[in-house]
């Protein structure tokens, strides 16, 4: 206990006195313990003049001192007193260590503050960047979502768990919204292509019924016109009358022919005729249809070249016969000049394309992609003249569209060379379809 009061007077530079009530020196700091008691004396109840005394702090036990020596510029806080058991005790110290210390425990409390300071603000910025990090990218997230743009998911980080909660609600509500947007899309979508679809049929509709109109107009009359001379018997002699019947007979055969040929068209375009894909030779084929058109070559001083190998092709035998006759009926009707009508066939690696060529006039290349479409005629009144209906050409289309092969037409310098593809192989039409 004494070792350890020794060091703590030392550190403060505090000077100990302890005299018992009989003047004995009980314990000191200082070896001189008369020298001691003289100073302390001296501070104590010295001269005024040199000294100024002002009492800090007084009680029945002890009093504490401020004393100013101006002599030495000094200033000291003395405390005297006496202890429990009758000791009278004396202490002084500098109030400039007194003043030190305490600058130094400012300064050290100043740098524990800054450093507590610091330290908070760096805890408190973490903290904060840890709870507003998951809520700014929620805000980003639904800033995407007002603009409809779902593409940025929450990515959880170990966060406060409500807001990894909200975070999956977001994700999950953003994957909702997509799909439930991407359907009304889908839906939108579809109800323009089926007003479109409706749009396209209404006026298919009204242009199919302006044209069959036009169409059946003529020969109507023409019946009317003739059967109403043979009623009130114009001419009464037998040839008048067989001539009356003749053209009553053929324009109403006309019109079963159109009828006929507008059926056909309806169902192919409408998919009600099923396709019976067989493997046939096409050389055979179109063999045939010149041998019933060769009457009609001769009538019209047509020669025909047709000089092929027979080939095997995939399509529906049938339909392929209605093309073939249709593309013949055309060149002999518009075969003109020399008169010529040409057969062959090209290789298309997996397919065979077949060519009608006739010598003749060209199609005006404004026409070319028209003459497909349902009752178009470049030439109406020699269309009229060999009882052509316009829709020779869109049965062809249908029925190539339905086996998902190609067809068309091109001038050459001397006439119009009209074309159809077919498979080859199996395989190939397959793969097309």
Avoid at 70 to 85: F, I, N
Avoid at 242 to 251: A, G, L, R, T
Avoid at 340 to 367: C, K, M, W
Wanted: aromatic share 8%.
């Amino acid at each position: 206990m004494d070792v350890q009061l020794d060091r703590l007077c030392d550190n403060s530079n505090i000077e100990l006195l302890i005299i018992a009530s009989d003047g004995t020196v009980i314990r000191s700091t200082s070896n001189d313990s008369i020298n001691m008691i003289n100073r302390f004396m001296d501070v104590l109840f010295g001269a005024a003049g040199d000294k100024d005394r002002h009492e800090v702090v007084s009680t029945d036990n002890y009093s504490v001192l401020l004393v100013t020596d101006r002599r030495m510029s000094s200033e000291y806080m003395v405390l005297w007193g006496t202890l429990d058991d009758g000791n009278l005790i004396m202490m002084r110290t500098a109030l400039e260590s007194i003043r030190e210390s305490v600058s130094i425990a400012n300064r050290f409390l100043a740098y524990i503050g800054i450093s507590g300071i610091l330290i908070s603000a760096v805890i408190v910025i973490l903290v904060t960047q840890r709870i507003t990090r998951p809520i700014r990218q929620l805000t980003d997230i639904s800033r995407q979502m007002t603009e409809l743009d779902f593409t940025a998911k929450y990515e959880e980080g170990g966060s406060i768990q409500e807001i990894e909660q909200l975070g999956r609600h977001m994700n999950q509500l953003s994957e909702t919204l997509e799909r439930a947007i991407g359907e009304l899309k889908t839906a939108n979508n579809e109800l323009k292509s089926d007003i479109e679809k409706k749009e396209q049929i209404d006026e298919m509709r009204k242009e199919f019924l302006s044209n069959v109109s036009h169409e059946l107009k003529t020969p109507l009359a023409l019946i009317q016109g003739y059967a109403e001379g043979l009623q009130e018997c114009i001419n009464d002699d037998a040839e008048s009358r067989d001539f009356y019947c003749e053209v009553i007979m053929d324009e109403a055969g006309k019109m079963n022919q159109m009828v006929q040929k507008l059926l056909t068209l309806n169902h192919l375009e409408f998919g009600t005729d099923a396709l019976t894909i067989e493997r046939f030779d096409v050389t055979e084929l179109i063999g045939g249809v010149v041998e019933n058109a060769s009457l009609l070559l001769q009538q019209n001083g047509i020669n025909l070249t047709f000089e092929e190998e027979p080939v095997f092709v995939w399509g529906d035998e049938f339909q392929i016969e209605e093309v073939v006759t249709n593309y013949l009926s055309n060149a002999i009707h518009y075969a003109a000049g020399e008169k010529q009508i040409r057969i062959y066939y090209t290789d298309q690696d997996e397919a065979l394309r077949i060519h009608v060529f006739n010598t003749g006039s060209n199609i005006p290349e404004e026409d070319i992609d028209k003459i497909w479409d349902k009752f178009y005629k470049v030439d109406k009144a020699r269309t009229r003249e060999y009882g052509g209906s316009g829709i020779g050409l869109s049965i062809v289309r249908a029925i190539m569209e339905s086996h998902h092969r190609a067809c068309g037409v091109f001038n050459r310098s001397d006439g119009v060379d009209f074309w159809m593809e077919l498979d080859k192989n199996v395989v190939a039409r397959s793969d097309k379809q």
